[in-house]
């Protein structure tokens, strides 16, 4: 199963689209994290799995793969965590997906499920197309 969600990545004063995209499939339970991630973003999966259960969800018993794209851009900080947290719901049948790709989402997570603010982060006027 497949989901993508749409996120955003801090560039100095600037922000850039990434897309997030979940894939769970049969074979040994795992997670793992590709395109660029930086320190943060790679010691996501824990926060992701914590927050996903003591939310109130279920945490799949798949292989998880998620790539963040465009892998040519660093990934840095914790706000990837709400979308890849997001991603595995969607992908797991767990919530409806049609607005994922449609809406930029950025959050921190905690242990607890709640999202926390991400610093830096503001609304940035992305023109149109500036989908890459």
Do not use: H
């Not at 040994?28 to 590709?34: A, D, E, I, M, N």
């Amino acid at each position: 199963m497949l989901a993508k969600v749409l996120t955003c990545a801090v560039t100095g004063v600037d922000g850039r689209l990434v897309q997030v995209e979940v894939d769970l499939a049969q074979g040994l339970p795992g997670f793992s994290t590709v395109g660029l991630p930086e320190g943060a973003v790679r010691e996501a999966k824990d926060r992701v799995r914590a927050a996903i259960r003591n939310g109130g969800y279920e945490f799949p018993i798949r292989r998880i793969t998620v790539n963040l794209a465009p892998a040519s851009l660093k990934k840095e900080g914790a706000g990837y965590d709400l979308p890849m947290a997001l991603g595995i719901l969607a992908a797991s049948g767990q919530l409806p997906c049609e607005d994922l790709e449609q809406t930029a989402i950025i959050g921190e997570l905690s242990l607890d499920g709640m999202v926390r603010p991400v610093r830096g982060c503001c609304p940035w006027p992305l023109p149109p197309g500036n989908r890459d």
